[in-house]
């Protein structure tokens, strides 16, 4: 069966430009969780959603980040006026249910020029 | 709030026991997680314990929580070189205990493996 994707696996842009990251959940999980890593730290949490709807953004550094999930299924993190400070590796994961284990996708790594 | 501390570090030889530590502050938590990264891969779950327990064996990797103290154990018996990685503690906690949704984690142990 299929794991956690995640497109692109790198995005390059430059500072000020908007970009989008898509991830697809293992197929069947309600939960989707966005965490973002950056060099040397372990991943920290950005935003969960249960459904369609984000159930927990308490994550989420400014409002220049955003993420959607419309269909319950494919959840895509917007980023806006991109920063230096906002390149790391975006890891997406999903669990069948909240609480549940999380199984996570290979993240995309995201440099601002 | 939370907090889940590892060392950076840890270098053993081939064959023997890894033996990586992690302390966390949350009282609340449900269930505690090891999870390993490879070079450029994603976090890979290797095993996980409930917080009622005090131990978990699966093959090669024993868990060990003491409750009491915040303090969870993860050994890798018999090392390999393809052992070799940044494994992750994380925590999950009660969101009715005011716990956030998502896995708080230690910044990664860096296992490195000597022939």
């Known amino acids: 069966g299929a794991g956690v994707s995640q497109t692109p696996s790198n995005k390059v842009t430059e500072k000020g430009k908007y970009v989008e990251l898509r991830c697809d959940p293992i197929?069947?999980?309600?939960?989707l969780y966005w965490y973002r890593q950056s060099l040397g730290q372990g991943p920290e949490f950005l935003i969960y959603?249960?459904?369609?709807?984000?159930?927990?953004d308490s994550g989420l550094p400014n409002d220049r980040f955003f993420a959607v999930r419309p269909e319950g299924s494919v959840s895509t993190l917007k980023i806006q006026r991109t920063e230096r400070g906002d390149s790391a590796v975006y890891l997406c994961?999903?669990?069948?249910?909240?609480?549940?284990?999380?199984?996570f996708g290979p993240g995309t790594r995201l440099t601002v020029l | 709030g939370e907090d889940v501390e590892q060392s950076l570090f840890l270098s053993v030889r081939e064959g023997d026991s890894s033996v990586i530590n992690c302390t966390y502050t949350?009282?609340?938590?449900?269930?505690l997680y090891w999870y390993k990264q490879e070079p450029g891969a994603g976090l890979q779950l290797l095993t996980y314990?409930?917080?009622?327990?005090d131990m978990k064996q699966d093959q090669r990797l024993t868990v060990l929580l003491n409750k009491k103290d915040k303090h969870l154990s993860l050994r890798i018996a018999d090392t390999q070189t393809g052992d070799s990685a940044i494994y992750f503690c994380?925590?999950?906690?009660?969101?009715?205990?005011?716990?956030?949704?998502?896995?708080?984690f230690g910044k990664g142990t860096h296992l490195i493996i000597q022939p």
């Open positions: 994380a925590e999950s906690t009660e969101v009715s205990g005011g716990g956030a949704d998502g896995l708080t």
């Open positions: 197929s069947g999980h309600t939960a």
């Open positions: 949350d009282s609340s938590s449900t269930y």
């Open positions: 959603f249960q459904g369609t709807g984000a159930a927990d």
């Open positions: 314990i409930f917080s009622n327990m």
């Open positions: 994961a999903s669990s069948l249910y909240q609480g549940d284990t999380q199984y």
